[in-house]
Protein backbone atom coordinates (compact mmCIF):
# COMPACT_ATOMS: atom_id res chain seq x y z
CA UNK A 1 0.00 0.00 0.00
CA UNK A 2 1.17 3.55 -0.78
CA UNK A 3 2.13 5.29 2.36
CA UNK A 4 -0.20 8.57 1.30
CA UNK A 5 -3.22 6.39 0.93
CA UNK A 6 -2.58 4.83 4.13
CA UNK A 7 -2.52 7.98 5.57
CA UNK A 8 -5.75 9.41 3.75
CA UNK A 9 -7.66 5.63 4.94
CA UNK A 10 -6.93 6.43 8.70
CA UNK A 11 -8.17 9.94 8.43
CA UNK A 12 -11.17 9.08 6.59
CA UNK A 13 -11.48 6.13 9.33
CA UNK A 14 -11.41 8.97 12.38
CA UNK A 15 -13.24 11.40 10.89
CA UNK A 16 -15.58 9.18 10.20
CA UNK A 17 -16.54 11.46 6.89
CA UNK A 18 -14.57 13.01 3.52
CA UNK A 19 -15.14 16.03 4.82
CA UNK A 20 -13.09 15.62 8.35
CA UNK A 21 -10.42 13.38 6.83
CA UNK A 22 -9.96 16.06 4.29
CA UNK A 23 -9.81 19.14 7.06
CA UNK A 24 -7.41 16.83 9.11
CA UNK A 25 -4.87 16.62 6.31
CA UNK A 26 -5.14 19.59 4.73
CA UNK A 27 -6.29 18.82 1.79
CA UNK A 28 -9.31 18.98 -0.66
CA UNK A 29 -11.96 16.60 0.15
CA UNK A 30 -12.13 15.64 -3.80
CA UNK A 31 -8.50 14.44 -3.08
CA UNK A 32 -9.65 12.04 -0.29
CA UNK A 33 -12.55 10.43 -2.21
CA UNK A 34 -10.41 10.12 -5.26
CA UNK A 35 -7.43 8.43 -3.25
CA UNK A 36 -9.56 6.42 -1.31
CA UNK A 37 -11.71 5.13 -4.37
CA UNK A 38 -7.67 4.18 -6.06
CA UNK A 39 -6.80 2.26 -2.57
CA UNK A 40 -10.02 0.25 -2.79
CA UNK A 41 -9.37 -0.19 -6.62
CA UNK A 42 -5.44 -1.52 -5.73
CA UNK A 43 -6.55 -3.74 -2.87
CA UNK A 44 -10.00 -5.29 -4.80
CA UNK A 45 -12.97 -4.16 -1.84
CA UNK A 46 -14.72 -1.92 -0.05
CA UNK A 47 -13.07 -0.33 2.70
CA UNK A 48 -16.16 1.70 3.82
CA UNK A 49 -19.97 1.89 3.89
CA UNK A 50 -22.12 5.10 4.63
CA UNK A 51 -23.87 4.73 7.22
CA UNK A 52 -26.29 7.44 9.22
CA UNK A 53 -23.96 9.04 11.50
CA UNK A 54 -21.07 8.85 8.80
CA UNK A 55 -18.67 6.14 7.03
CA UNK A 56 -17.87 2.84 8.72
CA UNK A 57 -15.53 0.18 8.05
CA UNK A 58 -16.21 -3.00 6.21
CA UNK A 59 -14.73 -6.59 7.41
CA UNK A 60 -12.28 -5.58 4.52
CA UNK A 61 -11.17 -2.14 6.02
CA UNK A 62 -11.34 -3.87 9.62
CA UNK A 63 -8.99 -6.14 8.38
CA UNK A 64 -6.82 -3.45 6.44
CA UNK A 65 -6.76 -1.18 9.96
CA UNK A 66 -4.15 -3.55 11.66
CA UNK A 67 -1.52 -3.23 8.84
CA UNK A 68 -2.18 0.71 8.56
CA UNK A 69 -2.13 1.10 11.97
CA UNK A 70 1.39 -0.75 12.47
CA UNK A 71 2.61 1.44 9.26
CA UNK A 72 2.06 4.46 10.62
CA UNK A 73 3.18 3.78 13.88
CA UNK A 74 6.89 2.36 11.91
CA UNK A 75 6.50 6.11 9.98
CA UNK A 76 6.09 8.06 12.76
CA UNK A 77 8.96 6.14 14.39
CA UNK A 78 11.39 6.65 11.88
CA UNK A 79 10.43 10.43 11.86
CA UNK A 80 11.26 10.50 15.24
CA UNK A 81 14.22 8.86 15.84
CA UNK A 82 15.70 11.09 12.99
CA UNK A 83 14.81 14.35 14.70
CA UNK A 84 16.05 12.45 18.07
CA UNK A 85 19.46 14.04 17.19
CA UNK A 86 18.58 17.21 16.07
CA UNK A 87 20.68 19.62 18.13
CA UNK A 88 19.42 22.68 16.45
CA UNK A 89 17.27 24.60 18.86
CA UNK A 90 15.04 25.63 16.30
CA UNK A 91 11.80 24.81 14.75
CA UNK A 92 8.25 23.76 15.83
CA UNK A 93 7.48 21.96 18.99
CA UNK A 94 3.51 20.76 19.74
CA UNK A 95 2.29 20.83 22.66
CA UNK A 96 -1.09 19.96 24.30
CA UNK A 97 -2.53 20.85 27.59
CA UNK A 98 -6.03 22.24 29.19
CA UNK A 99 -7.10 25.76 28.73
CA UNK A 100 -6.48 26.31 32.46
CA UNK A 101 -2.84 25.44 32.58
CA UNK A 102 -1.99 26.73 29.26
CA UNK A 103 -3.50 30.16 30.68
CA UNK A 104 -1.59 29.86 34.28
CA UNK A 105 1.66 28.06 33.09
CA UNK A 106 2.09 27.24 29.63
CA UNK A 107 1.12 30.67 27.64
CA UNK A 108 3.60 32.13 29.97
CA UNK A 109 6.62 29.42 29.95
CA UNK A 110 6.28 30.35 26.00
CA UNK A 111 6.85 34.18 26.36
CA UNK A 112 9.84 33.56 28.46
CA UNK A 113 10.92 30.97 25.68
CA UNK A 114 10.56 33.61 22.85
CA UNK A 115 13.19 35.40 24.75
CA UNK A 116 15.70 33.07 24.91
CA UNK A 117 15.23 30.75 22.25
CA UNK A 118 13.33 32.63 18.97
CA UNK A 119 13.48 29.74 16.56
CA UNK A 120 11.30 27.84 18.48
CA UNK A 121 7.76 27.82 17.68
CA UNK A 122 5.50 25.98 19.90
CA UNK A 123 1.70 24.90 18.05
CA UNK A 124 -0.24 24.74 21.41
CA UNK A 125 -3.44 22.70 21.61
CA UNK A 126 -5.96 23.11 24.54
CA UNK A 127 -8.34 20.46 24.64
CA UNK A 128 -9.52 18.16 27.42
CA UNK A 129 -8.86 15.28 24.69
CA UNK A 130 -5.89 13.36 25.19
CA UNK A 131 -3.41 13.15 22.44
CA UNK A 132 -1.87 10.77 20.98
CA UNK A 133 2.25 11.43 21.30
CA UNK A 134 2.45 7.64 20.30
CA UNK A 135 1.09 9.29 16.52
CA UNK A 136 2.16 12.48 17.06
CA UNK A 137 -0.53 14.48 17.40
CA UNK A 138 1.99 16.16 19.56
CA UNK A 139 5.54 17.08 20.87
CA UNK A 140 4.97 17.44 24.24
CA UNK A 141 1.59 17.20 26.88
CA UNK A 142 0.90 19.05 30.21
CA UNK A 143 -1.86 16.53 31.77
CA UNK A 144 -4.46 15.79 34.58
CA UNK A 145 -3.74 12.28 34.16
CA UNK A 146 -0.63 10.62 34.77
CA UNK A 147 -0.25 8.02 31.25
CA UNK A 148 0.58 4.59 31.13
CA UNK A 149 2.91 3.58 28.22
CA UNK A 150 5.85 2.64 28.75
CA UNK A 151 7.42 4.69 25.77
CA UNK A 152 6.83 7.40 27.46
CA UNK A 153 8.25 9.72 29.86
CA UNK A 154 6.48 11.57 32.49
CA UNK A 155 7.23 14.07 35.03
CA UNK A 156 5.59 15.46 37.92
CA UNK A 157 4.81 19.37 37.59
CA UNK A 158 2.62 20.08 40.21
CA UNK A 159 0.40 18.62 42.97
CA UNK A 160 -2.56 20.53 44.50
CA UNK A 161 -5.08 20.20 47.07
CA UNK A 162 -8.61 20.63 45.52
CA UNK A 163 -11.11 22.90 48.00
CA UNK A 164 -14.45 24.05 47.90
CA UNK A 165 -14.35 28.20 46.77
CA UNK A 166 -16.53 30.82 46.48
CA UNK A 167 -16.04 34.69 46.16
CA UNK A 168 -17.21 37.55 49.34
CA UNK A 169 -20.04 38.40 47.06
CA UNK A 170 -21.44 35.11 47.00
CA UNK A 171 -20.91 34.47 50.51
CA UNK A 172 -22.54 37.78 51.38
CA UNK A 173 -25.55 36.79 49.42
CA UNK A 174 -25.98 33.54 49.89
CA UNK A 175 -24.30 32.67 53.25
CA UNK A 176 -21.85 29.78 53.81
CA UNK A 177 -22.98 26.70 53.44
CA UNK A 178 -23.29 24.47 56.79
CA UNK A 179 -21.95 21.03 56.83
CA UNK A 180 -24.82 18.19 56.59
CA UNK A 181 -26.99 20.25 54.62
CA UNK A 182 -25.92 19.38 51.86
CA UNK A 183 -25.66 22.70 50.12
CA UNK A 184 -29.13 23.52 50.13
CA UNK A 185 -30.32 26.89 49.13
CA UNK A 186 -26.78 26.99 47.35
CA UNK A 187 -25.34 27.52 43.93
CA UNK A 188 -23.24 24.79 42.88
CA UNK A 189 -20.82 24.95 39.63
CA UNK A 190 -19.78 21.61 37.99
CA UNK A 191 -17.75 20.04 35.04
CA UNK A 192 -20.01 18.42 32.52
CA UNK A 193 -20.11 14.78 32.45
CA UNK A 194 -17.11 13.47 30.42
CA UNK A 195 -14.49 15.94 31.48
CA UNK A 196 -13.02 14.88 34.45
CA UNK A 197 -13.07 11.03 36.35
CA UNK A 198 -12.52 12.95 39.77
CA UNK A 199 -15.73 14.69 39.87
CA UNK A 200 -18.60 12.80 42.09
CA UNK A 201 -21.72 13.93 43.95
CA UNK A 202 -19.97 15.63 46.42
CA UNK A 203 -18.07 18.85 47.41
CA UNK A 204 -15.50 18.96 49.48
CA UNK A 205 -16.57 15.23 50.78
CA UNK A 206 -20.08 17.14 51.33
CA UNK A 207 -22.97 15.37 49.33
CA UNK A 208 -24.22 18.00 47.28
CA UNK A 209 -27.87 16.14 46.70
CA UNK A 210 -30.32 19.78 48.26
CA UNK A 211 -27.70 22.11 45.63
CA UNK A 212 -28.83 24.07 42.86
CA UNK A 213 -26.63 22.92 39.61
CA UNK A 214 -26.73 26.18 38.27
CA UNK A 215 -24.01 25.83 35.07
CA UNK A 216 -21.95 22.53 33.93
CA UNK A 217 -18.24 23.39 32.27
CA UNK A 218 -16.66 22.20 29.65
CA UNK A 219 -13.07 22.92 31.07
CA UNK A 220 -11.53 24.61 34.36
CA UNK A 221 -10.75 27.43 32.87
CA UNK A 222 -15.03 27.78 32.56
CA UNK A 223 -15.39 26.82 35.91
CA UNK A 224 -12.95 29.01 37.60
CA UNK A 225 -14.56 31.89 35.87
CA UNK A 226 -18.07 31.47 36.56
CA UNK A 227 -17.15 30.61 40.30
CA UNK A 228 -14.48 33.99 40.24
CA UNK A 229 -17.26 36.31 38.73
CA UNK A 230 -19.24 35.30 42.18
CA UNK A 231 -22.71 32.68 40.50
CA UNK A 232 -21.74 29.56 42.43
CA UNK A 233 -19.79 27.68 44.61
CA UNK A 234 -16.80 25.45 42.87
CA UNK A 235 -14.08 22.71 43.46
CA UNK A 236 -10.52 24.06 42.51
CA UNK A 237 -7.23 23.91 43.25
CA UNK A 238 -5.59 25.55 45.35
CA UNK A 239 -2.69 27.08 43.02
CA UNK A 240 -5.75 28.97 42.04
CA UNK A 241 -6.91 30.79 45.42
CA UNK A 242 -3.09 31.78 45.73
CA UNK A 243 -2.99 33.61 42.20
CA UNK A 244 -6.39 35.44 43.25
CA UNK A 245 -7.46 37.46 46.62
CA UNK A 246 -10.89 37.52 45.77
CA UNK A 247 -11.41 33.38 45.81
CA UNK A 248 -12.25 32.35 49.70
CA UNK A 249 -11.29 28.61 50.85
CA UNK A 250 -14.96 27.40 52.03
CA UNK A 251 -14.67 25.21 54.76
CA UNK A 252 -10.33 25.34 55.00
CA UNK A 253 -10.10 21.91 56.96
CA UNK A 254 -11.80 19.86 54.28
CA UNK A 255 -10.55 19.19 50.26
CA UNK A 256 -11.36 16.30 47.70
CA UNK A 257 -9.83 13.15 48.23
CA UNK A 258 -7.66 13.06 45.15
CA UNK A 259 -5.33 15.67 44.74
CA UNK A 260 -5.45 17.98 41.35
CA UNK A 261 -2.18 16.53 39.96
CA UNK A 262 -0.41 17.87 36.56
CA UNK A 263 2.03 15.75 34.55
CA UNK A 264 4.54 16.51 31.69
CA UNK A 265 4.76 13.68 28.67
CA UNK A 266 6.73 13.26 25.85
CA UNK A 267 7.57 10.32 23.54
CA UNK A 268 10.99 8.82 24.71
CA UNK A 269 12.57 9.12 21.05
CA UNK A 270 12.15 13.03 21.22
CA UNK A 271 14.13 13.12 24.79
CA UNK A 272 16.93 14.35 22.98
CA UNK A 273 15.70 16.73 20.71
CA UNK A 274 16.87 20.27 20.90
CA UNK A 275 13.82 22.35 20.56
CA UNK A 276 12.11 19.76 22.52
CA UNK A 277 14.25 20.24 25.63
CA UNK A 278 14.27 23.61 26.13
CA UNK A 279 10.51 23.34 26.03
CA UNK A 280 9.95 20.92 28.20
CA UNK A 281 12.31 22.78 30.89
CA UNK A 282 11.07 25.85 30.19
CA UNK A 283 7.03 24.41 31.32
CA UNK A 284 8.91 22.88 34.19
CA UNK A 285 10.52 25.90 35.37
CA UNK A 286 7.08 27.85 35.04
CA UNK A 287 5.63 25.33 37.35
CA UNK A 288 8.28 24.95 39.87
CA UNK A 289 7.53 29.02 40.21
Do not use: C
Not at 157 to 180: D, F, I, K, M, S
Amino acid sequence: MNWDDVQIFLAVYRAGTLRGAAQQLSIDQTTVGRRLTSLERALGSRLFLRATGGLVLTDSGQQVLTTAEEMERLAVSFKRRGEGADERVAGEVRVTTTDALAVDFVVPAIERLRTSHPEVRVILSTTTRLFDLARREADVAVRTLRPEQPELIVRQLGRWEVGLYATQRYLEQHGEPQPGEGFAGHDIALYQRGVTGRQDDTLAGESRRLGRVVAELDSSLMLATFVRAGLALGELPDYLAQRDPKLIRVWPERRRAKPYETWLVLHQDLARTARVRVVVEAIAEMFAH
